[in-house]
């Protein structure tokens, strides 16, 4: 865990700008849960949470797909398994994997 995990800010607008003036966790998500949470459940906190990170997620993914749609543009990306194993055979499949793979084990 640590520094390594996402931190979502839950709290009103004033108690976020005094809480972001003095953080300093390189995780924290730009996005927050704003509503007051004094009466906020567990399950409720939960459930805006989920969709803090449903949007995280499907940033990542549309990033993903942009450097995808980017890489193909300039050659250097392949979607098929037999040109990939082509390219494998020339020594060009290793570098594109890790591109690929790494923003996944973010999580």
């Known amino acids: 865990m640590g520094r390594d995990t996402h931190l979502i800010l839950a709290a009103t607008d004033r108690m976020a700008s005094i809480y972001h003036s003095v953080n300093h966790y390189p995780r924290l998500l730009p996005e927050q849960i704003t509503n007051s949470t004094d009466h906020t ?4 906190l939960a459930d805006a949470a989920r969709v ?3 949007h995280m997620n499907n940033q990542k ?3 993903i797909r942009q450097l995808f749609e980017t890489r193909t543009a300039q050659g250097v990306a392949l979607s098929d398994l037999a040109s ?3 390219a494998d ?3 060009a499949v290793a570098p ?3 591109i690929l793979i ?3 084990r973010e999580r």
């Open 41 to 44: 459940t567990d399950d409720e």
């Open 52 to 54: 803090v990170l449903d």
């Open 61 to 63: 993914v549309s990033d």
């Open 84 to 86: 990939a194993a082509r």
């Open 89 to 91: 055979t020339f020594g």
């Open 96 to 98: 594109c994997w890790s």
């Open 102 to 104: 790494q923003p996944f």
